[in-house]
């Protein structure tokens, strides 16, 4: 743990400083004993001086015992621990004269663990263990502890009659386990804390006392159980037991592998072996008065908490052939026999080594992993994750999950790599080229480190803990175990920090800058991948196609450009960022055209290079996008959107207009160049807006807002060129006054990323303008106005419907507000009395359509509401379109927009609601399906719970049609069933990577609910 440096010099002239007269010394001349003391590292001098002066005359001028308690970490607790071990055992001090190398190691220890030295004052016999300085081996250890509770070391079967001094988990051979035990922890601390033992050997040692005391809990157990001797039963360890790299406190994870012996009913069997297990299981956790060893953890067993304890071996492989995912795997890794029958465990554990060394090519690889990586995340409690030291960002667990990864990536071909432990096997791959020396080096050290401090936190209270603590007097305690000595507070956190900040550098250190060793000019110091370890290090990461990535790897870091310089710098977190996406092969070639685009524009690299969160934000879009990725890659300037969420968010309506009217007045008379000046607004804006929808900014009903909003500007803007592009740029010369009527989702300020804006146009002739004059004119603007949104061009285009107009596609496309009067009074239809709820004014002049929505409101909101037969008309309208209109094969259950409980199911709830009601309730006369419904519950026409109901399907549906567009980069209304599609889906929904199955049952869950409120509400009278 930390080297022992022995006495600090001239520790006997301080002391003596004043004492004798002639005495020459050139130390600080100290006034007091007590000051003295403190100046030597004890924190309370005085109570130092006491208790030094209670241990007799001998005590205080033995300057070698003094030297060995200031070199400890904590020397006020190793001389207060000693000072009640020398009342319960005065021969002690004598032993320490005899014995120096046995004093420097129980005094390291009682200067970092006050539990032991609480052991050490009851049982004082067993500092006879401290005298041996050699390593006990893994047979001593159980001979031991075996003896301890009274059992046999050399009878290899368990006995079917109770062991002398074995009665059970009450008797006192749990005692004597316990005591035993700590008496060997007591050794293995003593080696550590004076530099005798390497980490390796101390974990090593602890891994082999806790199969020893497993081997004797078992022993106990057997005592317990009739018909122990019928069957076979062997522990695995498993963990950081498994891999012999335990820590002095944890839990043991274990699982249990039982035969029936010849005979004997494998189910008669399997319930002995269960009630051994369970026995042993309390043997070692069961409080007793000296406490209790430790937890054993079997939930690393197939099915965990929910399967059976113990099962055969065949039924351990058939779930690991069948059932068994990714992690159980990874676990398996470092499993290996410690207790029981180990021969029985020698073929379960080389039975499943097949199994574990094919893990990195099963179809869910990717997203075992990434789900294992989120389990260990959540693990952390609220407010420790700073602290953490084994869960935390820069922790143990960063560094033993990467090099558990490339075990599985690499370990299929090579089978040097085939290690439990975390060190050996971060040696194996630096050795096989897999991890660059240095790197390799960094990583060890920095687990080296972190392994030390858990050690040191565990011991302190022989608690299981890997926080570390925040008092100063931990932290100094700390720090001095860990040999600093001029600032241990501040040596020690710094360390700690910087330890931490390259450990979190992890997945460039061992994933992603081999990657780029393999296809281009970097130092021959590093190590190099073949195309062959890169390929599968890039499958096992997710990139379906590995030979394209290495081809984009390859052209943006090839070369000595600054640019190449940049990219290689970048790209290994960029690449661990792509594998976290969806689709990491979209995202890396979407990086690769966007840099091709910019690469050479100064800031476009730099900005990356320097802001980790544009750089970050973009792998995500890019890798989850195809619609954002095509809107960037006309637009790559938009990249600097991404710093923070202030620049994604929605822009007022009068602020686009603003830009749109002055993107406009700089290209004059031009109107193909003033209206792809707005379509390029539009494109920004259209990229601003998923990017904030796809990272949570705004929510669907914002979204919807947004669009519109800017679909609105989009449309007037184009009104304004178009009109003056006809008139020859005088507009007071324009014949008529023009109003174009937003409907259908654009009129709801509902439009997605895939509408077409719906809208009807309207005008009214000015004074002395024949009718026939303004009529050609109005028609002619809104025919040039189509065309000129939907010109070919790099941004997308704006498709105007104008089907909702009276008599549909085969009327005029223009009317006048008397010609919309006149049809209206004879010819309308319910269906059209219903598209009208969603009409307002969204371009041309504001007078002429306030008129039309005066001229239409009594139509879509009369006075008295629908009659009866209209309401059944729009009840049989429905069931026709639900009948005619889903198109062939369409599953029902996931079309989101005609299918059940998709969005005309809440729809047409809405509208029903209002056509009924709004002539007598204002609060309905709004063209938002979701105002409504919330307007209905308000005047007591809707229950809340069903509207909650409703609300949450239409969000849901509208969710997944804008997902559709932003991931495929085309629309389309039922949810694709493609497997792979559906994941990137879900995805971009928010949903785990192995969650696109949990989307399709919470789709499937809301739409089902909504459908039967939908169709109670409908159909109600």
Same mark, same amino acid.
């Given at each position: 743990?930390?080297?022992?440096?022995?006495?600090?010099?001239?520790?006997?002239?301080?002391?003596?400083?004043?004492?004798?007269?002639?005495?020459?010394?050139?130390?600080?001349?100290?006034?007091?004993?007590?000051?003295?003391?403190?100046?030597?590292?004890?924190?309370?001098?005085?109570?130092?001086?006491?208790?030094?002066?209670?241990?007799?005359?001998?005590?205080?001028?033995?300057?070698?015992?003094?030297?060995?308690?200031?070199?400890?970490?904590?020397?006020?607790?190793?001389?207060?621990?000693?000072?009640?071990?020398?009342?319960?055992?005065?021969?002690?001090?004598?032993?320490?004269?005899?014995?120096?190398?046995?004093?420097?190691?129980?005094?390291?220890?009682?200067?970092?663990?006050?539990?032991?030295?609480?052991?050490?004052?009851?049982?004082?016999?067993?500092?006879?263990?401290?005298?041996?300085?050699?390593?006990?081996?893994?047979?001593?250890?159980?001979?031991?502890?075996?003896?301890?509770?009274?059992?046999?070391?050399?009878?290899?079967?368990?006995?079917?009659?109770?062991?002398?001094?074995?009665?059970?988990?009450?008797?006192?051979?749990?005692?004597?386990?316990?005591?035993?035990?700590?008496?060997?922890?007591?050794?293995?601390?003593?080696?550590?804390?004076?530099?005798?033992?390497?980490?390796?050997?101390?974990?090593?040692?602890?891994?082999?006392?806790?199969?020893?005391?497993?081997?004797?809990?078992?022993?106990?157990?057997?005592?317990?159980?009739?018909?122990?001797?019928?069957?076979?039963?062997?522990?695995?360890?498993?963990?950081?037991?498994?891999?012999?790299?335990?820590?002095?406190?944890?839990?043991?994870?274990?699982?249990?592998?039982?035969?029936?012996?010849?005979?004997?009913?494998?189910?008669?069997?399997?319930?002995?072996?269960?009630?051994?297990?369970?026995?042993?299981?309390?043997?070692?956790?069961?409080?007793?008065?000296?406490?209790?060893?430790?937890?054993?953890?079997?939930?690393?067993?197939?099915?965990?908490?929910?399967?059976?304890?113990?099962?055969?071996?065949?039924?351990?492989?058939?779930?690991?052939?069948?059932?068994?995912?990714?992690?159980?795997?990874?676990?398996?890794?470092?499993?290996?026999?410690?207790?029981?029958?180990?021969?029985?465990?020698?073929?379960?554990?080389?039975?499943?080594?097949?199994?574990?060394?094919?893990?990195?090519?099963?179809?869910?690889?990717?997203?075992?992993?990434?789900?294992?990586?989120?389990?260990?995340?959540?693990?952390?409690?609220?407010?420790?994750?700073?602290?953490?030291?084994?869960?935390?960002?820069?922790?143990?667990?960063?560094?033993?999950?990467?090099?558990?990864?490339?075990?599985?990536?690499?370990?299929?071909?090579?089978? *040097?790599?085939?290690?439990? #432990?975390? !060190?050996? @096997?971060? +040696? $194996?791959? %630096? &050795?096989?080229?897999?991890? =660059?020396?240095? /790197?390799?080096?960094?990583?060890?050290?920095?687990?080296?480190?972190?392994?030390?401090?858990?050690?040191?936190?565990?011991?302190?209270?022989?608690?299981?803990?890997?926080?570390?603590?925040?008092?100063?007097?931990?932290?100094?305690?700390?720090?001095?175990?860990?040999?600093?000595?001029?600032?241990?507070?501040?040596?020690?956190?710094?360390?700690?920090?910087?330890?931490?900040?390259?450990?979190?550098?992890?997945?460039?250190?061992?994933?992603?800058?081999?990657?780029?060793?393999?296809?281009?000019? *970097?130092?021959?110091?590093? #190590?190099? !991948?073949? @195309?062959? +370890? $890169?390929? %599968? &290090?890039?499958?096992?990461? =997710?990139?379906? /196609?590995?030979?394209?990535?290495?081809?984009?790897?390859?052209?943006?870091?090839?070369?000595?450009?600054?640019?190449?310089?940049?990219?290689?710098?970048?790209?290994?977190?960029?690449?661990?960022?792509?594998?976290?996406?969806?689709?990491?092969?979209?995202?890396?070639?979407?990086?690769?055209?966007?840099?091709?685009?910019?690469?050479?524009?100064?800031?476009?690299?730099?900005?990356?290079?320097?802001?980790?969160?544009?750089?970050?934000?973009?792998?995500?879009?890019?890798?989850?996008?195809?619609?954002?990725?095509?809107?960037?890659?006309?637009?790559?300037?938009?990249?600097?959107?991404?710093?923070?969420?202030?620049?994604?968010?929605?822009?007022?309506?009068?602020?686009?207009?603003?830009?749109?009217?002055?993107?406009?007045?700089?290209?004059?008379?031009?109107?193909?160049?003033?209206?792809?000046?707005?379509?390029?607004?539009?494109?920004?804006?259209?990229?601003?807006?998923?990017?904030?929808?796809?990272?949570?900014?705004?929510?669907?009903?914002?979204?919807?807002?947004?669009?519109?909003?800017?679909?609105?500007?989009?449309?007037?803007?184009?009104?304004?060129?178009?009109?003056?592009?006809?008139?020859?740029?005088?507009?007071?010369?324009?014949?008529?006054?023009?109003?174009?009527?937003?409907?259908?989702?654009?009129?709801?300020?509902?439009?997605?990323?895939?509408?077409?804006?719906?809208?009807?146009?309207?005008?009214?002739?000015?004074?002395?303008?024949?009718?026939?004059?303004?009529?050609?004119?109005?028609?002619?603007?809104?025919?040039?106005?189509?065309?000129?949104?939907?010109?070919?061009?790099?941004?997308?285009?704006?498709?105007?419907?104008?089907?909702?107009?009276?008599?549909?596609?085969?009327?005029?496309?223009?009317?006048?507000?008397?010609?919309?009067?006149?049809?209206?009074?004879?010819?309308?239809?319910?269906?059209?009395?219903?598209?009208?709820?969603?009409?307002?004014?969204?371009?041309?002049?504001?007078?002429?359509?306030?008129?039309?929505?005066?001229?239409?409101?009594?139509?879509?909101?009369?006075?008295?509401?629908?009659?009866?037969?209209?309401?059944?008309?729009?009840?049989?309208?429905?069931?026709?379109?639900?009948?005619?209109?889903?198109?062939?094969?369409?599953?029902?259950?996931?079309?989101?927009?005609?299918?059940?409980?998709?969005?005309?199911?809440?729809?047409?709830?809405?509208?029903?609601?209002?056509?009924?009601?709004?002539?007598?309730?204002?609060?309905?006369?709004?063209?938002?399906?979701?105002?409504?419904?919330?307007?209905?519950?308000?005047?007591?026409?809707?229950?809340?719970?069903?509207?909650?109901?409703?609300?949450?399907?239409?969000?849901?549906?509208?969710?997944?049609?804008?997902?559709?567009?932003?991931?495929?980069?085309?629309?389309?209304?039922?949810?694709?069933?493609?497997?792979?599609?559906?994941?990137?889906?879900?995805?971009?929904?928010?949903?785990?990577?192995?969650?696109?199955?949990?989307?399709?049952?919470?789709?499937?869950?809301?739409?089902?609910?909504?459908?039967?409120?939908?169709?109670?509400?409908?159909?109600?009278?």
């Amino acid at each position: 743990m930390y080297r022992y440096w022995g006495a600090p010099p001239r520790v006997a002239g301080v002391i003596n400083v004043g004492v004798e007269e002639g005495t020459v010394d050139t130390a600080p001349r100290i006034q007091t004993t007590a000051g003295r003391l403190a100046a030597l590292g004890f924190a309370d001098g005085a109570r130092a001086e006491r208790l030094l002066d209670g241990l007799g005359p001998e005590a205080v001028s033995d300057f070698e015992l003094l030297g060995d308690l200031v070199a400890a970490a904590d020397p006020d607790l190793a001389l207060s621990s000693l000072d009640r071990l020398v009342a319960s055992d005065p021969s002690v001090l004598g032993a320490f004269r005899e014995d120096p190398a046995m004093r420097r190691r129980l005094l390291g220890v009682l200067g970092l663990s006050a539990a032991l030295g609480d052991h050490v004052v009851r049982h004082p016999g067993c500092l006879r263990v401290l005298v041996n300085e050699g390593r006990a081996t893994d047979r001593e250890l159980r001979e031991e502890l075996l003896l301890a509770v009274g059992a046999d070391p050399d009878v290899p079967e368990p006995v079917a009659e109770p062991l002398p001094g074995v009665a059970g988990s009450g008797s006192p051979a749990l005692d004597a386990l316990r005591v035993a035990y700590r008496g060997r922890l007591l050794h293995i601390a003593g080696r550590d804390v004076t530099g005798e033992a390497t980490l390796g050997d101390t974990a090593a040692n602890l891994a082999d006392l806790a199969g020893a005391a497993l081997d004797a809990a078992l022993a106990v157990a057997r005592a317990e159980v009739p018909g122990s001797a019928d069957v076979r039963l062997a522990v695995i360890g498993m963990g950081k037991c498994g891999a012999r790299e335990l820590n002095y406190i944890s839990d043991v994870d274990v699982v249990f592998v039982a035969e029936p012996k010849e005979g004997v009913d494998e189910t008669k069997a399997l319930q002995t072996a269960t009630r051994l297990a369970q026995a042993m299981m309390r043997a070692c956790s069961a409080g007793t008065p000296e406490g209790s060893l430790w937890e054993v953890d079997a939930n690393l067993r197939p099915e965990g908490k929910m399967g059976p304890l113990v099962r055969t071996l065949e039924s351990h492989l058939a779930y690991y052939r069948r059932w068994a995912k990714t992690w159980e795997f990874q676990a398996l890794l470092k499993a290996r026999p410690v207790a029981g029958d180990l021969e029985l465990g020698q073929q379960y554990v080389a039975a499943v080594n097949e199994m574990v060394w094919q893990a990195a090519a099963r179809p869910h690889f990717v997203e075992d992993v990434q789900a294992m990586r989120r389990r260990v995340e959540a693990h952390i409690r609220a407010g420790e994750a700073e602290r953490q030291i084994k869960l935390g960002p820069g922790g143990l667990r960063d560094i033993e999950f990467a090099v558990q990864l490339l075990q599985l990536v690499h370990g299929r071909s090579d089978a *040097l790599l085939r290690r439990r #432990a975390t !060190l050996p @096997a971060l +040696a $194996a791959l %630096a &050795r096989g080229g897999f991890v =660059g020396r240095e /790197d390799a080096k960094a990583l060890a050290e920095a687990y080296t480190f972190l392994r030390q401090v858990e050690h040191m936190i565990q011991l302190h209270r022989l608690r299981r803990t890997h926080v570390v603590p925040s008092d100063p007097a931990d932290l100094r305690r700390i720090g001095r175990g860990l040999g600093m000595t001029t600032d241990p507070v501040g040596e020690f956190t710094t360390t700690w920090k910087r330890h931490a900040l390259e450990v979190r550098r992890l997945h460039e250190k061992l994933f992603y800058r081999p990657l780029l060793q393999a296809v281009a000019r *970097l130092p021959e110091s590093e #190590a190099r !991948l073949s @195309a062959a +370890a $890169a390929k %599968a &290090r890039l499958e096992a990461l =997710g990139y379906a /196609d590995p030979d394209g990535a290495l081809r984009h790897i390859a052209g943006l870091t090839s070369g000595v450009s600054r640019r190449a310089a940049i990219q290689r710098t970048l790209l290994p977190v960029m690449l661990g960022w792509f594998a976290d996406a969806p689709d990491p092969d979209a995202g890396l070639l979407g990086f690769r055209q966007v840099s091709d685009k910019l690469g050479s524009t100064p800031w476009y690299l730099r900005l990356l290079r320097d802001e980790t969160a544009v750089a970050e934000r973009l792998a995500r879009l890019l890798g989850t996008s195809r619609y954002v990725t095509g809107l960037l890659l006309h637009a790559p300037d938009a990249v600097g959107m991404l710093g923070s969420d202030s620049e994604l968010a929605v822009r007022p309506a009068a602020t686009l207009a603003a830009e749109a009217a002055a993107a406009v007045s700089r290209h004059g008379q031009d109107a193909e160049s003033a209206v792809a000046a707005i379509r390029a607004l539009r494109r920004r804006e259209l990229l601003r807006t998923a990017c904030a929808d796809l990272f949570g900014v705004i929510d669907i009903e914002e979204v919807g807002q947004a669009l519109s909003s800017l679909n609105d500007v989009t449309i007037q803007a184009a009104l304004d060129v178009t009109i003056n592009k006809l008139c020859g740029g005088r507009r007071e010369d324009f014949p008529t006054r023009f109003a174009v009527i937003a409907m259908g989702r654009l009129g709801g300020m509902e439009s997605s990323y895939a509408s077409d804006a719906d809208v009807m146009f309207v005008h009214s002739p000015l004074p002395g303008v024949a009718e026939r004059d303004a009529t050609d004119a109005a028609h002619a603007v809104a025919e040039e106005m189509r065309r000129l949104l939907t010109l070919p061009a790099p941004d997308p285009p704006l498709q105007i419907d104008a089907g909702l107009r009276p008599e549909g596609r085969q009327g005029p496309l223009v009317r006048t507000i008397g010609s919309y009067r006149a049809y209206y009074d004879r010819w309308s239809s319910h269906w059209e009395a219903q598209a009208l709820l969603r009409a307002r004014f969204c371009a041309g002049d504001a007078e002429l359509g306030a008129e039309f929505t005066d001229l239409v409101g009594p139509l879509r909101h009369p006075a008295e509401g629908v009659s009866p037969e209209a309401v059944r008309e729009i009840r049989k309208l429905k069931a026709r379109m639900e009948a005619e209109r889903l198109p062939r094969g369409a599953d029902p259950t996931l079309h989101t927009k005609l299918g059940r409980g998709g969005l005309t199911d809440v729809e047409w709830v809405a509208q029903l609601l209002q056509l009924r009601h709004a002539g007598a309730v204002p609060a309905l006369r709004t063209t938002r399906t979701l105002d409504a419904l919330r307007a209905a519950v308000a005047e007591d026409l809707l229950a809340q719970a069903d509207e909650a109901v409703l609300a949450e399907a239409w969000r849901f549906a509208s969710r997944i049609r804008d997902a559709i567009m932003l991931v495929r980069g085309r629309a389309a209304d039922s949810i694709p069933g493609l497997v792979k599609e559906r994941a990137l889906i879900s995805r971009a929904l928010g949903y785990p990577p192995d969650g696109s199955e949990d989307f399709i049952d919470d789709y499937r869950r809301v739409t089902r609910r909504a459908r039967a409120v939908a169709e109670r509400v409908f159909y109600e009278d």
